[in-house]
């Protein structure tokens, strides 16, 4: 069932490389414009190899690997207070409302301002998009733990950190981990139109800069490559890490629909 | 002679809108060491209340609970409560790991390995040998009521609490649990609360019945059930008790 799965999954892939190749043999648009396969794994492959779109992409990686753990914390202790006080409920409430609708892209003019074009402003926006989806779902999570497992914590004893730790936090992990994805895919797309916006400060400004540049010289198979990078990175996370915690938590507790 | 545990003078009301409304009225006995006893009444009638109010889990408007002429309050790992509701396991945790959680809650044993020998000893005694390694989702009902048991045996509770434990289960299943429980009860020498409204349920398990009754709850008659043990649900006395049950 899987396995049919994946490979209609790649059935279909060779299908559209194909379609690309013959539109491109087809000669209806210019090679500059619409390079064919074999320049943009050539350009893939070369800078690669020579270390530029590696090293774009380790900057993007350990920025926003950076974003997501300063905003997982701030999540966390924010959910938490909003769960055990009423009125930092009602302020963190507030502040979701109005934060959580507002794209981070909007508010890069004024991120500029005030952070300058470095990575500052790129941590601003990756984080000001991951908290307030990921407080949201942290938030749904402990109002919907169901009381009887914290009555059940308490009768055997424990006291008000083992009930976090110990019920809690296993009893929310489903809305956790939604939170997460969402917090991950949106900080994604922050990053990297926050990278095209800023720019980069030593010539590394990671993969949205990367594609930016090449954009200005026209080197369209290295745009290619930018966005290939992008891709795999994301099917990545999702399949290897988001599904492999599912698959080893939510999934095999029965706790995941 | 001072009672192991004694139910004084409880009341409690709830507010309903712009009335107030008596759920529990006038509540007084008392319940020896090793005693099983039942609180039997139609639902409605504050019996599970009675239960919460005994497992520290709600306050009474007056009255309280003594144990040795002492007052007891709050919650307490001594009267540990085993619902009806089959969410009540940690789906989280296997069923070995959920018995263990009694133990470690409870600071029982040793290391690690001894509380898994421990865990493994009461889910055998709950018959299910072959389900350790199962989480709570892939269990039946009965199955998930015998892992509840277990816990609470694990946490060596005083008192235990039983909220209709098998009253979701079938018919079949429920017997076979209520002769589990009257095993373990003579075999661990615990003292036992057991909420019903099934009139079979309290004969069968109790040695003394509390029949309540509703609006406003409270007792109307306490039964000394004296009837031999295993007891013959298609006996005569089995029959004659029932009678004076339903016309209390």
């Given at each position: 069932?899987?396995?049919?799965?994946?490979?209609?999954?790649?059935?279909?892939?060779?299908?559209?490389?194909?379609?690309?190749?013959?539109?491109?043999?087809?000669?209806?648009?210019?090679?500059?414009?619409?390079?064919?396969?074999?320049?943009?794994?050539?350009?893939?492959?070369?800078?690669?190899?020579?270390?530029?779109?590696?090293?774009?992409?380790?900057?993007?990686?350990?920025?926003?690997?950076?974003?997501?753990?300063?905003?997982?914390?701030?999540?966390?202790?924010?959910?938490?207070?909003?769960?055990?006080?009423?009125?930092?409920?009602?302020?963190?409430?507030?502040?979701?409302?109005?934060?959580?609708?507002?794209?981070?892209?909007?508010?890069?003019?004024?991120?500029?301002?005030?952070?300058?074009?470095?990575?500052?402003?790129?941590?601003?926006?990756?984080?000001?998009?991951?908290?307030?989806?990921?407080?949201?779902?942290?938030?749904?999570?402990?109002?919907?733990?169901?009381?009887?497992?914290?009555?059940?914590?308490?009768?055997?004893?424990?006291?008000?950190?083992?009930?976090?730790?110990q019920i809690m936090a296993p009893a929310s992990l489903p809305y956790f981990l939604v939170g997460l994805k969402i917090g991950w895919a949106r900080s994604w797309r922050a990053l990297i139109s926050a990278e095209m916006l800023f720019g980069a400060v030593n010539s590394i400004g990671g993969l949205g800069w990367f594609i930016f540049q090449k954009r200005v010289f026209f080197d369209l198979p290295g745009v290619f490559a930018g966005i290939i990078v992008i891709i795999i990175i994301g099917i990545l996370v999702e399949d290897l890490i988001f599904n492999n915690i599912e698959n080893r938590t939510v999934k095999r507790w029965g706790m995941k629909s | 002679?001072?009672?192991?545990?004694?139910?004084?003078?409880?009341?409690?009301?709830?507010?309903?809108?712009?009335?107030?409304?008596?759920?529990?009225?006038?509540?007084?006995?008392?319940?020896?060491?090793?005693?099983?006893?039942?609180?039997?009444?139609?639902?409605?009638?504050?019996?599970?209340?009675?239960?919460?109010?005994?497992?520290?889990?709600?306050?009474?408007?007056?009255?309280?609970?003594?144990?040795?002429?002492?007052?007891?309050?709050?919650?307490?790992?001594?009267?540990?409560?085993?619902?009806?509701?089959?969410?009540?396991?940690?789906?989280?945790?296997?069923?070995?790991?959920?018995?263990?959680?009694?133990?470690?809650?409870?600071?029982?044993?040793?290391?690690?390995?001894e509380r898994e020998e421990m865990a493994r000893y009461f889910l055998e005694r709950v018959e299910l040998t072959d389900f350790f390694d199962y989480f709570p989702y892939q269990l039946s009902g009965g199955m998930k009521q015998r892992v509840a048991l277990a816990r609470t045996l694990a946490a060596d509770p005083e008192i235990m609490l039983m909220d209709e434990p098998f009253g979701s289960l079938d018919s079949q299943t429920r017997k076979n649990l209520q002769d589990l429980l009257i095993d373990i009860w003579q075999e661990a020498q615990k003292t036992i609360i057991f909420v019903t409204h099934d009139i079979e349920e309290a004969i069968v398990l109790a040695d003394r019945i509390v029949v309540m009754d509703k609006n406003p709850g409270r007792i109307k008659k306490i039964i000394n059930n004296n009837l031999e043990r295993p007891r013959n649900r298609a006996g005569i006395e089995f029959g004659e008790l029932y009678e004076t049950i339903t016309s209390v």
């Open positions: 069932m899987k396995n049919n799965k994946l490979l209609q999954r790649i059935f279909w892939l060779i299908f559209l490389v194909l379609i690309w190749q013959i539109v491109f043999w087809s000669g209806r648009f210019s090679p500059l414009v619409f390079p064919s396969l074999t320049t943009i794994i050539k350009a893939l492959a070369g800078s690669l190899y020579n270390g530029e779109l590696t090293q774009q992409l380790l900057f993007s990686l350990l920025i926003i690997s950076q974003g997501l753990l300063i905003s997982l914390v701030l999540a966390i202790f924010m959910a938490l207070a909003a769960h055990f006080s009423g009125i930092a409920a009602s302020l963190i409430d507030t502040l979701v409302a109005l934060a959580h609708p507002l794209p981070g892209i909007a508010l890069m003019p004024l991120v500029l301002i005030w952070f300058g074009a470095g990575r500052q402003a790129i941590l601003f926006v990756i984080i000001h998009s991951v908290l307030w989806p990921m407080v949201l779902n942290l938030r749904t999570g402990f109002s919907s733990i169901p009381d009887i497992y914290i009555l059940v914590g308490k009768n055997y004893g424990l006291d008000r950190l083992q009930i976090l730790i | 002679m001072m009672d192991y545990i004694a139910i004084k003078n409880i009341y409690k009301s709830y507010q309903q809108s712009d009335e107030r409304r008596v759920v529990l009225e006038n509540i007084n006995f008392s319940i020896e060491k090793r005693e099983l006893v039942a609180l039997l009444g139609p639902s409605g009638c504050g019996k599970t209340t009675l239960l919460k109010i005994i497992a520290g889990f709600i306050e009474t408007d007056t009255g309280g609970l003594y144990k040795n002429g002492e007052r007891l309050s709050g919650i307490s790992s001594n009267r540990i409560m085993v619902f009806q509701e089959f969410k009540q396991l940690f789906p989280w945790k296997t069923v070995l790991d959920n018995v263990i959680f009694a133990l470690e809650a409870k600071n029982i044993a040793k290391n690690p390995a």
